[in-house]
């Protein structure tokens, strides 16, 4: 009830100044036309227009309009994965975040319209993302220091959902409806999602959304289990036959020559929204409604189960199961409430009021069969204010603050994380001068957090005592950019950056088994904050037929936190240790693209898209864990009237620089191909058919922890339709 009280207090803040400015100033740049997967004009930052072309917003890529369609999957990271410097977790077809710049989990944030998706996605792999990309109008990918807006876990990068959830203007004619439905061959996909915008009012508008998608379990090109599962499961089937268990070396073999379908890979999900918001030229006022259902399969990974001793007897199955004997299963439910509000302020120094609260209520059970084996909560609740100041001469920019608060519980034999909570808040200002040709950026954060929980649990098994902690840490972070025009349309820069990271409740207090990853994970509640030191150069532009953006980063890190294989078992699970160690990263990412034929009848475009991080432990001068090798895609893409289409061929090579306990992974090459149709003029109306894998080749993502039992989509023909109106 706090947070509720919160929320409204916040909505009484903003509401009355918000419709007293009736002055004729032009609309603020996110009211511009505002459709459902929609193509803008121009690739404006929602996030951030009070800024509009700041440099620092170097590493900003938007996926929209046809892209977005060809591209959108069940899951937001595997939705990303061809834009340059990102990858993706692939946990399951069910959960997958986004890996940007080899960093993932409490290093990325995925945000929609700003705020957290309040979920707990970046806790681990296995739990999904709460934002279902049919329902997204746009996506951006924030890199550099522009990510000091949104808070330390952010340190790697963020990804932005945009909707209309909450609307920004009154739509043309009164009314605007989009639809888009999709079908999908490598996992008998069928999904269908729609959006509505109505005028009640010239100044109130109503928004209604909602989405459904069911996926059956997925077709892998090649084997299922890799190279070395493969070779394990073959040696246990020999053992097993010579030792008499005919049976269990059948079962053996079998799992060593599984094709075709992944099993305990199906999704089920359904989203339902609506929100109403009052828009004038004083500045707006809005809330939303959201809930999320999302119920999806875990692959288990063969052997991760209790193993009974030589001469020991199997249970009987009605005495109880074993870890991964019986199909994990992970049940999603979330209900969300939003508010948005904005006031035009027009002052000399201060331009604008800007205010957006959030609140969740999540829950997120894990079945062993079909029974319960855990249940997670968590409240949270999350708000900024940001003031926009007024352009003075060559100088902009905005300062802010934001609030976060998370309780969080575990219910359950395999509750491996104690109840605790967290609350966290932050201010921040992000500033430019342009003095021409030279640009300069700089931003700040300082940030508060505190980490709490009675139960926490210190040693394991019989040696094992239960402390209280309660943790708080103080951050202070900023970044310096420097830009030069070296000719019109083209700029060159340099970036330097130090951020510090309070380490999350799961690395400090994590202590028991997680059926879904099924390890025993470990934390440790005396780490000390992460910290680090980053340097970026960058170029971008465009000039002729060429548009072009390429950056080479280094990122030094004190105390980095990262998860560990031992050696050891515990709760005969494999046990996983949070640790502390300093390490190194770099990298280079880029994208170019050509126009070769610009006329008004045909067009043909090609481009390169390219990537690559290494990290390293320096302390032990042993390679980060799931760090993606190079990747290179190129492109081309044609238009002529009302037809388009597009071939792509995407390399992503081995990767052999592995931690000890990880498996290399082979290279692979995927070849993509797709036509649309826009059947009508002036409309957002399209038809997509696509071709993805078409040679059906196994591939897997050596950012995934299951990377080994859980490949990609083989083949998948995928047909994609937009209806607009």
Known sequence: MRTLGLLLASAAFVAPPAFAQTSGQDAPAQQQRDVVHGEQSEALVVTAPYVRDLDVLAGTTVVSGEELIRDIRPQIGDTLVSQPGVSATSFSPGASRPVIRGFQGERVRVLTDGLGSLDVSNTSTDHGVTIDPLTAERIEILRGPAVLLFGSQAIGGAVNVIDRRIPRAAPENGFHVDA????????????????????????????????????DDLRVGGYVLSPELRAEQLEIAEEEAEEGHLDEAEEALELADQRGRLPNSATETYTLGTGLAIVNDGGSLGFSLGYYNSDYGVPARPGAHHHHEEGEEEPEEEEGHEHGEEAVTIGVEQFRADMRGEVNVGGSFLDQIRVRVGFADYEHTEFEGDEVGTVFNSEAFEGRLELVQADRGNWRGVIGFQGYTRNFSAIGAEAFVPP?????YGIFALQELDFGALGLEFAGRYEHTGVRSNSVAIGLEDD???????????AFSGAVSLTYAVAPGIRIGATGSRAVRAPSAEELFSNGPHIATQAFEVGNPYFDTEKSWGAEVFARGATG????????????????????DTGLEADELPLFQYAQADARYYGAEGEVTARIVNSESFGLTANVVADYVNAELTDSDSPVPRIPPLRVLGGLSATAGAFGGRVEVEHVTEQTRVAAFETPTDAFTFVNASVNWRPFARSETVLTLSANNIFDVEARRHASFTKDFVPLAGRDVRLAARISF
Request: glycine residues 6%; proline residues 3%.
């Open 420 to 424: 605790n909570t967290t609350d966290q």
């Open 464 to 474: 094992q005592e239960i402390i209280a902690v309660d943790r708080n840490f103080d």
């Open 180 to 215: 888009i439905g999709t079908l999908g061959s490598a996992a008998d996909e069928r999904s269908i999602g729609g959006a509505a915008d109505v005028s009640l009012t010239p100044s109130i508008v109503f928004h209604v959304d909602g989405s459904y998608r069911k996926t």
């Open 545 to 564: 037929p060429l548009t072009f953006q390429i950056s080479a980063y280094a990122t030094w890190f004190d105390d980095y936190i990262y998860e560990v």
